[in-house]
C-alpha cells in the first residue's frame, strides 16, 4: 500500500511540472479514445455472432492494422526528428477523425471486406505515429533523473487510460438504446479524439522538440535523403549496444506475447464458452484485458524501486524469468481463474520491460536520432507481434488450448532472459578497465 502511495506522490511531483502535466493530458485523452475503439472493432469484427474466427483470422486482422505503419514508421521517424512534435500530436488527433467517420459507415452498411479494413489502417497507423512521437517528447519535458520514473508512470498510466476506454465502451455497449452500438462507441472514440487535439493546442509550439531543427533541410529534401537518414540511425544504434540489446529483448518477448493473445482470444471465444454465447466470451476477454492493466500499474510501481536497488538491466532478466513461470503456472491450468492470474502476472512482466527499455533507449540515443530509433522501436513491436500471430495461425488450434504452445512461449520468455543477461554481462565486462 504505502508503494501506491509513493507511486502517487510520484505522480503528483511530475504533474507540478505544467510542461510535463500538459503532455500528459494529451496521453491519457488519446489512449482512452484508443479503448473506446477498440471495443467497437473487437465487438463488431472478432466477436460477433455472424463471425467464427480461427487463429488464421485474428493473424490476418493483426496484419491489416499493424503491418501498414510498420513499412511507413522508418520514412515517419524523419518528420518526428525535423517537424515540431507538438504540431505531429496535434494533426494526429485531428486527421483521424476522418478514418473513424469512415469506419462508423461501413460498420452502419454491414460491410466486412477490404474497406473497413483500409478504414482501420489509416486509423492505426496514425495513432502508432503519435504514441511514437509522444515517445520522442518525453524527454523534453522531464528533468534526465526522473526520467525512469516518467517512463514507469506515463505509458502505464496511459495503458490504464486505455482500459478505462475499454469500461466505457463497454458500458456503451450495455447502455446504449440504440440498434448499431458499435457506431455509436466509434462516435465517441471521435468525439475523445477531439478532446485529445484541444489538448494538445494548449502545448508551446516548440516545447517538444526536436533539438535540431534550426538549419534542417525541407522536408522534400529529407524525404529524398530518407534511406541515408535511416541508415544513419540504425549505424548509430548499432554503436550504443545498450539500446541494441534491450531491443532485441523486447521483440522476442513481443513474440511469445502474440502467440499468447491470439491464444487467449480463442480460448475466451471458442473453449471457455460456447461459439454463440459471444456477450459472455467479450466481458471474459475485457475482464483478462483489465486484470492485465493492474499488473501494469504494479509494474509502474515496483519497476522504479528495482531499478534503483539493482539495474535496469537486471530487472529485465527478472522479468522474463517471471513471465516464463506464470505462464506455465497457473497459465497451463487452462481454466479462467487461472488464466486471470496468469494475465495479471503478465502484465507486470510486459509493462516492466517495456519501461526499463524505453529508459535504455531514450538515455543511450542521441537527441537527433531519437524520432528514428523510436520509429524502428515501434516497427519492432508491429512486426514481431504479427509475425507470432501468423505462427500462431499454424500451431495453434481454434479453441486455443495447446499445451505444446504453452511451452513454447514459456521456453521462448527463459531463453531470452538467458541470451539477454549474458549480452549485457559481456558488454559489462568489455567496458570494465584492464588490471
Known amino acids: 500500500m504505502w508503494r501506491v502511495m509513493r507511486t502517487l506522490a510520484d505522480l503528483r511531483v511530475l504533474l507540478a511540472d505544467v510542461r510535463f502535466r500538459r503532455l500528459f493530458a494529451v496521453r491519457v485523452t488519446s489512449q482512452c479514445a484508443d479503448g473506446i475503439f477498440q471495443v467497437a472493432l473487437t465487438s463488431y469484427v472478432l466477436f460477433d455472432p455472424q463471425r467464427q474466427p480461427d487463429a488464421r483470422a485474428i493473424a490476418v486482422a493483426l496484419a491489416a492494422v499493424l503491418l501498414p505503419f510498420s513499412v511507413l514508421g522508418p520514412f515517419t521517424g524523419v518528420f ?83 482500459m478505462a476506454g475499454l469500461g466505457l465502451g463497454a458500458g456503451a455497449r450495455a447502455f446504449v438504446p440504440f440498434a448499431d452500438t458499435d457506431v455509436v462507441i466509434v462516435a465517441l472514440a471521435g468525439a475523445t479524439y477531439l478532446a485529445a487535439a484541444a489538448l494538445t493546442a494548449r502545448v508551446p509550439l516548440r516545447e517538444l522538440g526536436p533539438d535540431f531543427i534550426s538549419g534542417t533541410p525541407p522536408v522534400g529534401a529529407a524525404l529524398r535523403s530518407v534511406i541515408r537518414n535511416l541508415r544513419a540511425g540504425i549505424v548509430h544504434l548499432r554503436q550504443r549496444p545498450t539500446a541494441t540489446h534491450a531491443l532485441a529483448a523486447i521483440a522476442a518477448h513481443r513474440f511469445c506475447y502474440g502467440l499468447s493473445t491470439v491464444a487467449t482470444i480463442l480460448l475466451y471465444r471458442s473453449y471457455f464458452h460456447r461459439p454463440h454465447d459471444t456477450d459472455a466470451a467479450l466481458t471474459g476477454l475485457s475482464v483478462a484485458v483489465l486484470v492485465s492493466g493492474v499488473g501494469f500499474l504494479v ?113 521462448g520468455y527463459a531463453a531470452t532472459a538467458a541470451w539477454y543477461w549474458r549480452a549485457e554481462r559481456l558488454r559489462t565486462a568489455e567496458l570494465a578497465p584492464a588490471g
Open 299 to 411: 509494474a509502474a510501481v515496483i519497476t522504479p524501486v528495482a531499478t534503483a536497488r539493482s539495474s535496469p538491466q537486471s530487472w529485465i532478466v527478472c522479468l522474463l524469468a517471471f513471465a516464463a513461470l506464470s505462464e506455465t503456472f497457473p497459465g497451463g491450468l487452462y481454466t479462467q481463474p487461472g488464466l486471470l492470474v496468469a494475465a495479471f502476472f503478465l502484465g507486470i512482466a510486459s509493462q516492466g520491460v517495456k519501461i526499463c527499455v524505453d529508459t535504455l533507449v531514450q538515455t543511450s540515443v542521441d537527441d537527433e536520432f531519437r524520432g528514428r530509433v523510436f520509429a524502428w522501436y515501434d516497427v519492432g513491436f508491429n512486426v514481431v507481434f504479427v509475425a507470432a500471430a501468423a505462427v500462431g495461425a499454424l500451431i495453434i488450434p481454434d479453441t486455443g488450448k495447446s499445451y505444446a504452445v504453452l511451452a513454447l512461449v514459456a521456453a
Open 80 to 162: 518526428l526528428d525535423r517537424w515540431s512534435r507538438r504540431q505531429i500530436l496535434l494533426v494526429c488527433n485531428l486527421v483521424r477523425l476522418l478514418p473513424l467517420a469512415g469506419v462508423a459507415a461501413a460498420i452502419a452498411a454491414s460491410r466486412d471486406d477490404w474497406v473497413l479494413f483500409s478504414l482501420v489502417i489509416a486509423a492505426f497507423s496514425i495513432n502508432r505515429f503519435f504514441l511514437a512521437g509522444l515517445s520522442a517528447a518525453l524527454p523534453h519535458v522531464v528533468d534526465p533523473a526522473e526520467l525512469v520514473l516518467a517512463n514507469s508512470l506515463t505509458p502505464t498510466s496511459g495503458t490504464l487510460a486505455f
